[in-house]
């Protein structure tokens, strides 16, 4: 259990949630002399940074860019005299990798882990009525006892740098929203809600935990804003009349309020919305409302010019207008939890979510893409270290469940991106992961992870474990690129045919398939990197998908040409984007866009 509520903030009421987003103070520091200089009570210098931003893409100095250790951040915020007497918290959207926090020079909390929220509560430390000093120390370190996993090296000149074991840049900071938030001494700490639809009606069963003894009262009301349902207790079950469902890219939300009530008095109000759905996989298919979905789309990744990976609206609100326009339905959050805002977006869209933790690079290698398709045996979960990984990892594990489990959106959970599989002691580590992710969701929603290329059958220890199989595969791009791809399709089909003589019973669905693709290139006949072989790859790859029965979904890596650190095998980034980073079609969303429009939502029912 959580020490905090995960709630996202609302002014309600009974509550009220103060932005701290904008121009905070920013220093690197190089020397890691920030305490003992007496940084905890105010950071030196003048220098203003955006918040929410990664910090890296502002400058013009590579030593800047690609820095990595400490640095913090500062803010001043007015506290009201009015809110003496409840409880104060400041939340931090995410701290990217890991945080200290100071008010007024006393440290209030700690968190590790860069993509998911924590809160401080800070009752006790603030002066009311009187501006108050939010101090921040970031870290953006990588290692092996955190995700996402990797190494800081020391360049001769001593400084240091990142080392990933996964494939985008490690922007940093504060890349969400900061909130202060005033709640009452009583209030609603959590809510979980389950949905049975039967006939034209459905149940809700709800459970709500607050942290006092007064009675707890829900309401229900449709969007027309007439009560759709009401019930008292902590838990117990709402029926609603002639409900309307959320369906894909038919979204239908309803408000609940939870009000806490010491007689007539609203003790504490909280409101979200949420859609009456169920999700479950059966046989070979992933069923939504009891109906199979295809599910058609993209691995994601946050990330833009300028802010990096911090969360930019505009951005947000364009990746979904082109998600419509080209026909996707759905999309997995590569690789880590996004802000809350996109899950909003996506409730009210319907998108499907496959909510990914940052597990990623879970494989001893910088170059894992590149060695897994060499069928290379590789280890990494027998290390000595791994068991505080597994700790960090499960940490994050139900940080993400609490954070995401009322989105109607959110219909699977992806609990590792392409870890090694082929050695044993995987076995151990998989099967903690996965339990838990099933102790905690309440809609045991389906759990899978993204296989990598060389977790194959006959070689995968780990696969068992997914309620849905999720396959990254490159045949035709790390595997039998350009004039090879004959081969490479060959080679693809030899693989499905084994997944298929295993007769596993399950859905399959291609986390990633994809191949890099200058915006600027065009070459006929084709080459590597240019549109006409992706277009080429696209039509090789969608046969054979359409081939296999149990393959019920298509995501394509990725949306958009994204940052990644330097070296030989990207040029500025990783383009296999549909788009560019700009977010302008490359001519292969065309051919998507064809597909995906034709394909029946029920796709090989
Ligand atoms: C992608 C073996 C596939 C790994 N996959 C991970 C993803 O993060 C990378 O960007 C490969 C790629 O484009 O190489």
Not at 166 to 188: C, H, M, T, W
Not at 253 to 279: A, F, H, S
Not at 412 to 440: G, K
Request: charged share 25%; net charge negative.
């Amino acid at each position: 259990m959580l020490e905090y509520s995960m709630l996202y903030p609302r002014t309600t009421l009974s509550r009220r949630a103060v932005s701290l987003d904008g121009m905070w103070k920013f220093c690197l520091d190089e020397q890691e002399t920030g305490e003992k200089s007496g940084w905890t009570f105010g950071i030196p210098g003048n220098e203003l940074i955006p918040v929410p931003a990664s910090f890296q893409d502002f400058y013009t100095e590579k030593e800047i860019r690609d820095y990595a250790g400490d640095f913090w951040y500062e803010k001043d915020m007015f506290v009201p005299e009015e809110w003496e007497g409840r409880e104060l918290f400041l939340r931090f959207g995410a701290a990217t990798h890991r945080a200290v926090v100071y008010v007024n020079g006393t440290k209030i909390t700690e968190h590790e882990g860069g993509f998911l929220p924590f809160l401080a509560n800070v009752t006790r430390v603030v002066r009311y009525g009187a501006s108050n000093k939010v101090v921040v120390k970031v870290n953006n370190e990588l290692t092996v006892t955190n995700i996402p996993c990797g190494e800081t090296a020391r360049l001769a000149n001593g400084r240091k740098i990142s080392k990933p074991y996964f494939d985008f840049f490690n922007y940093s900071g504060l890349q969400r929203s900061v909130y202060l938030l005033a709640l009452p001494k009583e209030y609603i700490f959590d809510f979980d809600l389950n949905y049975e639809i039967s006939g034209k009606d459905a149940n809700i069963q709800y459970r709500v935990k607050t942290t006092g003894g007064h009675s707890v009262m829900l309401t229900l009301y449709d969007e027309e804003g007439r009560i759709a349902a009401q019930a008292k207790g902590t838990d117990g079950t709402m029926e609603v009349k002639n409900a309307r469902l959320w369906r894909v890219r038919d979204a239908y939300l309803y408000k609940l309020v939870i009000r806490i009530m010491d007689g007539e008095r609203i003790v504490d109000e909280y409101q979200q919305e949420i859609g009456i759905r169920t999700i479950e996989v059966k046989n070979t298919l992933i069923l939504l409302n009891g109906e199979p979905v295809y599910l058609r789309g993209f691995g994601k990744h946050e990330d833009s010019d300028i802010v990096g990976r911090g969360f930019h609206i505009g951005v947000m609100k364009r990746d979904f207008e082109l998600m419509k326009w080209i026909g996707a339905n759905s999309f997995r959050t590569a690789h880590y939890p996004y802000s809350e805002e996109i899950y909003q977006m996506a409730d009210r869209e319907g998108f499907l979510i496959i909510d990914e933790v940052a597990a990623v690079g879970m494989f001893e290698s910088l170059m894992n893409f590149m060695e897994a398709s060499t069928g290379k045996k590789t280890a990494f979960f027998e290390k000595e270290t791994t068991p505080v990984l597994l700790m960090a990892h499960k940490r994050a594990i139900e940080e993400m469940i609490t954070r995401d489990k009322n989105h109607p959106s959110v219909i699977a959970w992806s609990l590792l991106n392409e870890p090694e599989t082929t050695n044993e002691a995987a076995v151990p580590y998989f099967e903690e992961v996965f339990q838990l992710a099933r102790q905690l969701d309440v809609q045991k929603r389906p759990r899978t992870f993204a296989l990598i290329m060389n977790s194959v059958p006959g070689a995968c220890k780990c696969y068992p474990f997914s309620d849905m199989i999720a396959l990254n595969r490159y045949f035709g791009w790390y595997v039998k690129g350009g004039h090879e791809i004959a081969e490479a399709e060959a080679l693809f089909r030899k693989e499905m045919d084994a997944w298929k003589a295993l007769n596993l019973n399950k859905p399959f669905i291609f986390s990633e398939y994809g191949a890099d693709t200058l915006g600027s290139e065009h070459k006929l006949p084709s080459v590597m990197w240019s549109q006409e072989y992706q277009e080429e790859y696209l039509k090789m790859t969608n046969a054979v998908f359409d081939s296999y029965d149990f393959i019920k979904g298509e995501q394509i890596w990725n949306f958009a040409d994204f940052q990644t650190t330097e070296g030989i095998l990207r040029v500025n980034g990783n383009k296999k984007g549909v788009f560019t980073r700009q977010r302008q079609p490359k001519d292969a969303a065309y051919l998507l866009r064809k597909r995906w429009k034709e394909l029946p939502l029920d796709y090989k029912r």
